[in-house]
């Protein structure tokens, strides 16, 4: 097979990365589910304890608690051990602003400013167990306010900076946050986003909240409520220089992050501490290999659970240098990503498919303009990526020799869960594959009654064993947890998603299992279908919606983004729908083929569907709170409507 030419999903690896796998993997993995409590025990002797534990693993079907009776800090974890070390003069945070600012923080400084801001909150009353909303855009202000949590005990929830004032109220309130730190404002494509406007209006809804602390970013003028409101800067003048750490219990509460889906209210997932700092220590050894060495640059934003595992609490741990970019990932220029890495020799680059689509058609003379031999691995995460993708990021980021991580995991689990394992030992990889189940991760792909599917057969994705990174519950609502995730099938975890294994154990990921169009009786996943819309070599991005027919149930609408120099045309639209048709088969033509300069993404890079689909249906788009730029639905319109006036005027073309 060539691998130049992209093909199937489940190809091998290119020729530069072939390697023979060693036994230590299955071994591994099969001991950690043959003796799960020895095998995690090892693993948690690698972090700190004030008390070793009781028990490993209190298990009540729903509820896992694991490391019983132990105590332990997070913070302690994080920034503590590593000032008796060589490590204390180390990067812990290279950060870089939108504006070009930067500020770098060893781990000492950000030792010294995590005290000084637990001292703050402990002198506003904040104790063990009480909440803390974070509101912050993407400044160091926003890890140091979670590790300052973290070291006194209290929880926080992190919420993301692109919310509306309704959406943080209604965390607030659920929560009943006493504390709610924000900003004057952050910066985004150049404009400036007034988060303490926002803030106000939410606050004037939320009767907990007795203090907001504001951290000075644009120095633009914001209004200040008298006896509520203090600046960060004010309040740092009566800190104390050092606060002792609390150790707390592994089963107590680390942070609530609410999910957030498409429909319903969002779920307050509550991770432990000990547990999920065990889980996410040993990951990220396994998968990135990290160690005090690296340079690690995940791009999320810490808003989302990928930037509470993958910013702050695993790389921290491990003593490596982590990455914190401010902006937006193509301004002021397209190659402003590539320009960081090469500034700060970024060894570890993980990331969304979304993101390297997004690059891909912007073309690879970007990315060929910078020196990225520092590069060591590549990650993805957030959703499966298209063989073209992994392809292209692989050739023109990884510089050929660069293997890719495909990271499999959600909010819930705390932790990657299916990805390759380059930190056990190197195996080959299938461009679309995430490969196998983590050591300690009992995956298996089942049908509807529960039963092992055999390879080759789409099934639903289950997690038969618990694993320390399970999320404790769902905040004030145990019976949601147990519906949500526990009642389908018996004492196994449901993930919500689509899955397969291919003949030599792989496993690939297709997609939300809710996320699926009825055509005439077939079931297809809409990431099967954006991914054979994404092999054409004209399309950069696509989003597939389902629209209601009288006679096949649903049709199949698909939008598209073209790559650079690509001019769009009846032909082509024409050529699009019929390479569906030969990739999946006829049951795949698209009803309609539409041409959108930009599609609807969160920031985190997601595509948001829901959108494309009221526009395809002329509903309205609903909340847009996550929504990076509200142009993007007009683009869409524009598509939409165009190729209706069209098709109205009776261009057979069409």
Not at 55 to 64: G, N
Not at 342 to 354: D, W
Not at 389 to 416: F, H, M, N, S
Request: negative net charge.
């Amino acid at each position: 097979m060539d691998m130049s030419q992209g093909g199937d999903r489940a190809g091998s690896l290119p020729t530069g990365l072939r390697v023979t796998p060693s036994k230590r993997y299955a071994e591994m993995h099969s001991r950690s589910l043959e003796q799960p409590e020895r095998f995690w025990a090892e693993q948690a002797r690698k972090l700190d304890w004030y008390k070793t534990w009781d028990r490993v693993l209190d298990w009540d079907p729903p509820y896992a608690r694991w490391f019983v009776g132990g105590l332990l800090n997070a913070c302690y974890q994080c920034v503590d051990r590593h000032i008796a070390t060589w490590r204390k003069s180390k990067v812990a945070i290279y950060w870089e602003a939108e504006t070009g600012e930067t500020r770098v923080l060893s781990y000492s400084t950000l030792y010294r400013e995590v005290n000084r801001v637990a001292s703050v909150l402990q002198r506003l009353g904040v104790g063990k167990g009480d909440r803390v909303a974070l509101y912050l855009p993407m400044v160091p202000e926003l890890p140091v306010f979670m590790l300052a949590c973290a070291r006194i005990g209290a929880v926080h929830t992190v919420i993301f900076s692109g919310f509306a004032a309704r959406a943080i109220a209604d965390r607030v309130n659920e929560t009943q946050a006493k504390v709610i730190v924000t900003a004057d404002g952050g910066y985004r494509r150049g404009k400036i986003v007034p988060l303490k406007e926002i803030t106000d209006e939410a606050a004037a809804l939320c009767p907990s909240v007795e203090t907001v602390i504001v951290v000075k970013r644009t120095g633009e003028p914001v209004s200040m409520t008298r006896g509520r409101d203090q600046w960060l800067s004010d309040l740092l003048k009566e800190a104390a220089l050092t606060v002792t750490p609390e150790p707390v219990e592994s089963t107590h509460p680390l942070y609530i992050l609410y999910t957030s889906g498409t429909t319903g209210k969002p779920k307050g997932v509550v991770h432990g501490t000990g547990g999920y700092l065990v889980f996410n220590h040993s990951a990220y050894e396994w998968v990135f290999d990290i160690n005090e060495r690296s340079v690690y640059w995940c791009t999320a934003d810490v808003g989302w659970v990928t930037g509470h595992s993958s910013i702050v609490y695993a790389p921290l741990s491990h003593g490596a240098a982590m990455v914190i970019y401010e902006g937006a990932p193509d301004y002021p220029t397209v190659d402003r990503w590539w320009d960081i890495v090469e500034k700060y020799g970024v060894s570890i680059f993980y990331t969304s498919p979304t993101a390297v689509r997004m690059f891909m058609r912007y073309g690879e003379e970007w990315p060929l303009k910078h020196d990225l031999s520092s590069l060591e691995l590549l990650g993805s995460v957030g959703e499966a990526i298209n063989p073209e993708a992994w392809l292209w990021y692989y050739k023109y980021v990884g510089g050929e020799r660069c293997p890719i991580v495909d990271t499999w995991w959600q909010t819930e689990t705390g932790g990657i869960m299916i990805s390759p394992t380059p930190g056990i030992e190197p195996i080959p990889l299938k461009p679309g594959s995430a490969t196998f189940p983590l050591p300690g991760v009992d995956a298996a792909v089942v049908d509807v009654d529960g039963k092992e599917l055999p390879s080759g057969q789409t099934g639903l994705l289950i997690i038969r064993k618990p694993w320390p990174g399970l999320l404790l519950d769902i905040y004030g609502d145990p019976q949601r947890y147990r519906d949500s995730y526990w009642s389908r099938f018996a004492d196994a975890y449901y993930t919500g998603d689509f899955a397969m294994r291919d003949e030599e154990g792989y496993f690939w990921l297709l997609g939300r299992a809710d996320e699926v169009l009825k055509v005439a009786g077939h079931r297809i996943g809409t990431a099967e279908l954006e991914d054979a819309a994404v092999s054409h070599p004209a399309v950069a991005e696509a989003a597939v919606a389902g629209k209601p027919d009288p006679v096949k149930g649903e049709v199949i609408v698909l939008f598209v983004t073209l790559r650079e120099g690509v001019t769009p045309s009846a032909s082509l639209r024409k050529e699009i729908g019929e390479h569906l048709r030969q990739v999946i088969g006829p049951v795949a033509q698209p009803e309609a083929v539409y041409f959108a300069k930009s599609l609807p993404k969160t920031r985190s890079g997601k595509i948001m569907r829901r959108i494309i689909k009221a526009v395809a249906l002329g509903q309205s788009p609903g909340d847009l709170s996550t929504l990076e730029n509200e142009a993007s639905i007009e683009e869409v319109k524009k598509a939409y409507d165009s190729l209706v006036k069209l098709s109205e005027e009776g261009d057979e073309k069409s």
